[in-house]
C-alpha cells in the first residue's frame, strides 16, 4: 500500500466530513468540539510545570529573609523590611512594610517605587478586595493609603492578596526574622530538598490518574456519528471502494474531525487561560502568562491526537464487515471475548509487583514501570467495560416500556453505551486509588501540633516594647475573646550567656490566674516567685533553686549583640508542680507574678497572649487580627490547629484537587457532548416514537435508564479496580492495607453526580427533539 493512495483516502474522508451538508458539518463541529475539549486539557497539563516552575521562581525572586544572625551594617544600598503577613477569612495575606536606607535601596520587584510612609502598593486582587463591601474589617487592619498597584512580577498569582507600605522606625526593631536589614530580594542559596520516593510516587501516579481520562474521551469524541457513518460507508461500498480504502476514508474522516479539534483546542486553551487568571482553586492562581505549553510537549499533542484518531478508527472497523447494503454491526454482534481484556490489569499488576516495600529505605521507584503499570490498570478498565455493560444487559428483560426501550437500544449498541461513560470510570477508578494512597501515607506527613484546643485557639506574639498587660486589655475587650492568657518568657543561666551557662531554666512570667494554666499552685498572690518540678526536658532547675543565687536572663542589644540581664533569686521562693500548658508543653524553671518582676527583667522578656474564641461571634479571628493590628502592625496573630501537614505533601494535595477539578470539567463538557450527538442521532426514531402515541415521560426516562445502566456498572467495576490498584500501591510504600470505603462512596458518587447533572442537562434538547416534525427530511 503506497503512501500516496493512503494519502488520498484519507484526504477524501477529509472532504466527507465537510462536504454532507448541515448534517457533515454538524458532526464535524460535534467531534472538534469533544477533541477540543481534550486538547486543551492536555495543552493545560503541559503547561502547569512550567506554571509551577514560574511561581517559584518568583517566589524566590522576592524573598527578603535573611540567614545569617549578624545585623548587616546600614549603607546606602541597604532596606529594612519587616514581615507583617496576616490572613482573612481563610486567605493569606502577604504583607511588608519598607523601610529604605538610602537612594540605592533595591526595590521590591513589581514596584517601581517605595511607598511613602502612610501608604501602600496593593496587588489587584487585594485592591478589589479592600473596594468591596466584605473587606470592610481588613480595611481597618491596613491603615494605609492606597498610591499604587504592584505589578505582576512582584506576584505569585492574580488572586494573591499582598501589599508593601512605606514605614519609618524598623531599624530599631531588626530581630533577622521578622525585621530584616537587607541589600537585595532573591534567595541567595536555593534550598535543596531532599528527594522522598513516596512523594514522587504521588506525583507519577497524580499526572497518569489525571491524563488518562482525557485520553479516554479523545479517543470517543473521533468516534461520533457511528450509526450514520455506516451508512455512508454501506454508500462507498456500493459505488465500487474496497473494504481497506473504505476504512481508510473513514479514517479520514476522524483524521479531519481531529485536525479541526485541534483548532478547536487550541482556541479553548487561550480562551481558557485568560479565563482562569479570575479564579483561585484551593488557594492556588496563576497568570496566563505562567500557561504557556512546552513547545516540545505542544508538539507531541498536535502529533499525537490526529494519529490517535487514525489508529482508533481504523481498529474500531477492523471486527466490522462493510458491505453494500449494510454494515454488519446492525445484525447481532459476536460475543467479546473475556481473556484478552483480562491481560491489560495484570499486566499492570505484573508490573507493580516487583517494587513492592520500596520507598524511603527500600530506594526509589522505577518510575517507567509505576506510569506503566497504572496506565494498564487503568485502560483495562476501558476494556473490561464493554464486555460486562454486554453480559449484563443481554441477561436483563422486562419492565416498565421505558426499561425495555433502554435495555433493547444498549442491546444493539452496548459498544457505544460503555465508550460514554469509559473515561468517568477511568476517572473514578484512579480518583479511588489516589484517595486510599493518600489516605494510607497522611500519617507519615501529618503531626500533632499538641496544642490544648479547648483552652486556646489563637496566640498573638507581643512586639518589644509593648506592653503586656495594655495589650491582654485590648483582647480582653475584643469581640469574639473569651478568655486572655498573656505569659512572659524569657532563659535564665548560671552565668552570663556569652560564657555558655552550664546550668539553664525557663522563666515565665503571668498573673495567678495565668499561671494556675502551667502549674499546680499552692497558693499564689501577686510577688510570688514559684519553683517548678516536673518540666519536660528540665534538669537543671533543682541545681537553681537556691535563694539568693544571681541569675542571668538572655536578651539582645538593638545592635544584635547579647546582653545579659542579672535577677536575683527571692529568699521567699515556693514550690509548684508543673502541669501541660496550653501549647501541650510541661513547662519548668521558674514562675514569677507581675509584682516580682524588675524592670529591667520585664524589658526582656518574649510575652505572649493565648486567646480562646468564641465561634458563635461572626468573624471573631478577623476581630482579634485587628485588635492585634492596632497593638502594633508587626504583632503575629497565629490560628492554632491540631495537626500540621508537610509543606510539600500538602502542594501534592492541593494539585490534585486542582486537577481532578479540570478533569471533572472536562468529564461533565464531554459527556454532555456525547449526549446530545447521540440524542442527535436517534432524532427520526425518537420523532416516529412520539408520533405513534409514545408519551414523552417514557421516552426521557428511557434515556436516563440508558445512562444509568452503564454508568452503574462502570462505577462498580472503577470501584473494584480503584481499591486494587490502591491496595497495591499503598504495599508498594510498606503502608497497611486499609479500603476507606467512605473514600470509594464519595468518589463513585461524585462521578455519578456528574453524569445525573450531564443527563438532566440533556433533557431539554431531548424533549425539543422528539417532535413529530422532526420526521421531516430533505
Known amino acids: 500500500m503506497s503512501a500516496r493512495q493512503w494519502t488520498r483516502d484519507l484526504g477524501m474522508g477529509a472532504r466527507f466530513a465537510f462536504a454532507g451538508g448541515r448534517e457533515g458539518w454538524v458532526r464535524a463541529l460535534l467531534t472538534a468540539v469533544g477533541v477540543g475539549l481534550g486538547v486543551a486539557l492536555l495543552l493545560l497539563t503541559t503547561a502547569l510545570p512550567g506554571a509551577l516552575d514560574e511561581r517559584s521562581r518568583r517566589e524566590e525572586a522576592r524573598l527578603d529573609y535573611t540567614y545569617s544572625r549578624e545585623v548587616q551594617p546600614k549603607a546606602d544600598n541597604t532596606l529594612v523590611v519587616a514581615d507583617i503577613d496576616t490572613e482573612f477569612e481563610g486567605r493569606d495575606v502577604r504583607g511588608r512594610l519598607l523601610e529604605p536606607e538610602g537612594g540605592k535601596a533595591p526595590l521590591p520587584p513589581g514596584l517601581d517605587r517605595f511607598p511613602a510612609p502612610g501608604d501602600m502598593a496593593v496587588s489587584p486582587a487585594l485592591r478589589d478586595l479592600l473596594a468591596s463591601d466584605g473587606g470592610a474589617l481588613l480595611r481597618e487592619r491596613l491603615p494605609y493609603d492606597i498610591v499604587g498597584t504592584i505589578g505582576e512580577q512582584g506576584l505569585i498569582g492574580s488572586r494573591e492578596l499582598a501589599y508593601y507600605a512605606g514605614s519609618e522606625g524598623l531599624a530599631e526593631h531588626i530581630n533577622n526574622s521578622t525585621v530584616a536589614r537587607i541589600d537585595a530580594f532573591g534567595s541567595p542559596q536555593p534550598a535543596q530538598q531532599e528527594t522522598d520516593p513516596v512523594l514522587v510516587l504521588l506525583v507519577l501516579v497524580v499526572f497518569v490518574v489525571l491524563l488518562m481520562p482525557v485520553a479516554v474521551f479523545i479517543a470517543a469524541a473521533v468516534r461520533f456519528g457511528g450509526e450514520r457513518r455506516d451508512r455512508r460507508l454501506a454508500a462507498l461500498r456500493l459505488v465500487g471502494s474496497d473494504g481497506g480504502m473504505t476504512r481508510r476514508i473513514a479514517a479520514g474522516e476522524a483524521l479531519a474531525g481531529a485536525l479541526l479539534g485541534l483548532v478547536f483546542g487550541t482556541g479553548f486553551f487561550l480562551a481558557g487561560r485568560e479565563i482562569v487568571a479570575s479564579f483561585e482553586v484551593f488557594g492556588v492562581s496563576v497568570f496566563p502568562s505562567y500557561l504557556n505549553p512546552s513547545p516540545l510537549l505542544a508538539l507531541l499533542v498536535a502529533v499525537a491526537v490526529p494519529a490517535a484518531a487514525v489508529l482508533v478508527t481504523l481498529l474500531a472497523l477492523r471486527g466490522v464487515v462493510i458491505e453494500p447494503l449494510g454494515v454488519v454491526r446492525t445484525a447481532r454482534p459476536a460475543r467479546r471475548r473475556l481473556w484478552w481484556r483480562l491481560l491489560l490489569p495484570l499486566g499492570g499488576v505484573g508490573m507493580l509487583l516487583p517494587m513492592m516495600g520500596q520507598g524511603r529505605e527500600g530506594g526509589d521507584f522505577n518510575q517507567y514501570l509505576v506510569v506503566g503499570g497504572v496506565m494498564c490498570l487503568l485502560v483495562g478498565v476501558t476494556a473490561l467495560l464493554p ?39 477511568v476517572a473514578v477508578a484512579g480518583a479511588i486509588a489516589l484517595q486510599m494512597l493518600f489516605a494510607g501515607v497522611d500519617r507519615d506527613y501529618t503531626e500533632s501540633t499538641d496544642y490544648d484546643m479547648s483552652r486556646a485557639q489563637m496566640e498573638v506574639q507581643v512586639p518589644d516594647g509593648t506592653d503586656l498587660a495594655s495589650a491582654a486589655a485590648a483582647f480582653e475587650e475584643t469581640k469574639g475573646v473569651r478568655t486572655v492568657y498573656a505569659l512572659s518568657r524569657g532563659y535564665l543561666g548560671d552565668r552570663p550567656w556569652r560564657e555558655e551557662p552550664e546550668l539553664a531554666a525557663e522563666l515565665t512570667v503571668g498573673d495567678c490566674a495565668t499561671l494556675r494554666e502551667v502549674a499546680k499552685l499552692p497558693s499564689c498572690e501577686d510577688g510570688d516567685v514559684f519553683a517548678v518540678r516536673g518540666g519536660e526536658y528540665d534538669t537543671d532547675t533543682p541545681a537553681l533553686s537556691k535563694p539568693g543565687r544571681q541569675l542571668y536572663l538572655e536578651t539582645t542589644a538593638a545592635d544584635g549583640t547579647a546582653e545579659d540581664v542579672v535577677w536575683t533569686l527571692p529568699e521567699e521562693l515556693k514550690r509548684a508542680d508543673s502541669v501541660d500548658d496550653p501549647t501541650g508543653t510541661k513547662r519548668g524553671g521558674f514562675l514569677m507574678t507581675p509584682g516580682a518582676v524588675p524592670p529591667a527583667v520585664a524589658k526582656a522578656l518574649a510575652a505572649s497572649v493565648y486567646l480562646a474564641i468564641d465561634d458563635s461571634v461572626p468573624y471573631a479571628r478577623e476581630h482579634v487580627r485587628n485588635a492585634a493590628a492596632a497593638i502594633d502592625p508587626m504583632a503575629q496573630p497565629m490560628v492554632w490547629y491540631a495537626t500540621e501537614r508537610s509543606e510539600r505533601y500538602d502542594s501534592i494535595r492541593t494539585g490534585l484537587f486542582v486537577g481532578a477539578t479540570a478533569v471533572l470539567v472536562l468529564i461533565g463538557a464531554s459527556l454532555l457532548v456525547s449526549q446530545l450527538e447521540q440524542l442527535r442521532e436517534r432524532r427520526k426514531l425518537l420523532s416516529a416514537l412520539v408520533a405513534f402515541g409514545t408519551r414523552r415521560r417514557t421516552l426521557s426516562l428511557s434515556v436516563l435508564w440508558q445512562t444509568a445502566i452503564p454508568i452503574g456498572l462502570g462505577l462498580l467495576l472503577a470501584s473494584v479496580v480503584g481499591t486494587t490498584l490502591g491496595a497495591v500501591l499503598l504495599r508498594m510504600t510498606s503502608t497497611p492495607v486499609d479500603v476507606h470505603w467512605t473514600s470509594v462512596v464519595q468518589m463513585t458518587g461524585a462521578g455519578a453526580g456528574v453524569v445525573l447533572v450531564v443527563t438532566l442537562l440533556s433533557l431539554p434538547p431531548l424533549l425539543r427533539l422528539i417532535r413529530p416534525d422532526g420526521l421531516r427530511t430533505e
Do not use: K, T
Open 387 to 425: 464486555w460486562i455493560v454486554e453480559a449484563v444487559v443481554a441477561r436483563l428483560g422486562a419492565g416498565s416500556v421505558s426499561w425495555q426501550l433502554a435495555v433493547r437500544r444498549l442491546q444493539l449498541s452496548s459498544g457505544a453505551a460503555a465508550r460514554m461513560v469509559n473515561g468517568i470510570a
